[in-house]
């Protein structure tokens, strides 16, 4: 049976990177070289990346493919590591990039005490940029919740669109901002999934400046 990917990159300010152009020239043809098939999709001028987002979980559901690869416009990542996330038996598997700041910080939440499965390490939630999701947990949230997550979103020219709005920004437990990418990750752990990051990654985050991070070794140094 082929192995299938869909490639889902929003791109909020209708631009994306060299740094992740570059990834994803090297992503391509390692894809075809292993026998993958696959499809890419943009999403250019969403201001929402919650919208941004469920507009291209709308088009994967609408694909054959069987994974689901976000890599936002923003990030960049060696080929391995994102073969890494492809080939993992894993439903919900994803690398960790820096936040865009100078002090070193990343944005995700570990389970305590951790977890670690191999090269792996348990997360309540990880950012969205670098993630794999399999098609069967997607259409799991989908079967359970279903019209609770329709939602008519008003297109250019007057064009409604029936999505499901499974990517949701929000209020966290603790009373603070949460970003879609927090919200999937906590409805599939209630779910009864398991978020798993990869914590030896080195991954860019382009913004006005290049960060480049590796959260295991960021773990590393603080723990020395």
């Given at each position: 049976?082929?192995?299938?990917?869909?490639?889902?990159?929003?791109?909020?300010?209708?631009?994306?990177?060299?740094?992740?152009?570059?990834?994803?020239?090297?992503?391509?043809?390692?894809?075809?070289?292993?026998?993958?098939?696959?499809?890419?999709?943009?999403?250019?001028?969403?201001?929402?990346?919650?919208?941004?987002?469920?507009?291209?979980l709308k088009s994967f559901l609408d694909s054959k493919c069987d994974n689901?690869?976000?890599?936002?416009?923003?990030?960049?990542?060696?080929?391995?590591?994102?073969?890494?996330?492809?080939e993992s038996p894993e439903k919900i598997v994803g690398g960790v990039y820096p936040i865009k700041r100078m002090d070193e910080a990343y944005p995700i939440k570990l389970i305590e005490p951790l977890n670690?499965?191999?090269?792996?390490?348990?997360?309540?939630?990880?950012?969205g940029g670098f993630t794999r999701f399999k098609?069967?947990?997607i259409q799991d949230i989908i079967e359970r919740y279903g019209e609770q997550t329709l939602c008519t979103y008003k297109m250019g020219g007057g064009e409604e669109l029936k999505v499901h709005h499974i990517y949701q920004c929000g209020v966290s437990d603790e009373g603070g901002y949460s970003g879609e990418d927090v919200s999937i990750c906590n409805v599939l752990r209630t779910m009864g999934y398991r978020v798993w990051a990869f914590p030896d990654m080195t991954?860019?985050?382009?913004?006005?400046?290049?960060w480049t991070g590796n959260m295991a070794k960021h773990m590393e140094a603080k723990d020395a």
């Open positions: 049976m082929t192995k299938s990917v869909f490639i889902a990159i929003p791109c909020g300010s209708s631009q994306i990177y060299w740094t992740t152009c570059h990834s994803l020239i090297n992503l391509t043809a390692q894809l075809v070289e292993e026998g993958w098939d696959y499809s890419i999709a943009f999403l250019p001028g969403s201001s929402l990346v919650d919208q941004a987002r469920n507009l291209l689901l690869l976000w890599i936002d416009a923003d990030v960049g990542f060696e080929v391995s590591d994102a073969m890494k996330l492809l670690r499965k191999g090269e792996m390490v348990e997360a309540y939630y990880l950012p098609r069967s947990c991954l860019t985050h382009t913004g006005t400046y290049t």
